[in-house]
């Protein structure tokens, strides 16, 4: 069997020129992985937003027992070791506190509260905190620590 073979002078023979193709260059950019990727990211920030609830840096006490149960989210105040008392993460004078309080729970005084003070905190301001929650008729108190 014979195999014909073109000459390189024809037209047949395009030498050192590119070959045209019919299809245009993609000029579109695949936005498929990056709307994956921020959906991805979207849902983790959607799933960490609700167990970040307090950012006022607070070194807890250690101590044995079981956590609270409950899926209620509680309201919670802190105390730093300057003696600062804090609703979720605004500063509150202790004047305010019970106001501060009654607006958040809406007037429910059985609201649950967690209450966090730094172990270097002053006590007295520790104790008017729950002296003025108590007197203001808030009883579900719980005092959070770090366990063992």
């Known amino acids: ?3 014909a073979v073109k000459s390189g002078g024809d037209a047949g023979g395009r030498r050192g020129r590119r070959r045209r193709t019919n299809s245009a260059m993609m000029s579109e950019i695949n936005m498929t992985p990056f709307i994956d990727v921020v959906l ?3 849902i983790i920030f959607m799933v960490a937003a609700p167990l970040m609830t307090s950012n006022v ?3 807890l006490p250690d101590a044995n027992g079981k956590p609270a149960e409950g899926n209620v989210r509680p309201i919670t105040i802190s ?3 300057t003696g600062k008392i804090f609703v979720a ?3 509150v004078p202790l004047n305010d506190l019970v106001r501060t309080m009654q607006a958040i729970s809406k007037g429910n005084a059985e609201e649950r509260i967690v ?3 730094d172990k270097a905190a002053v006590w ?3 104790s008017k905190v729950l002296a003025e929650l108590n007197n203001a008729g808030f009883h579900k108190i719980a005092i959070q620590m770090n366990p063992n």
């Open 79 to 81: 105390v730093d070791p």
């Open 1 to 3: 069997m014979a195999m």
């Open 89 to 91: 993460d605004a500063e």
């Open 124 to 126: 007295g301001t520790t």
């Open 40 to 42: 991805v990211l979207l």
């Open 115 to 117: 209450f966090r003070g």
């Open 57 to 59: 840096p607070i070194d």
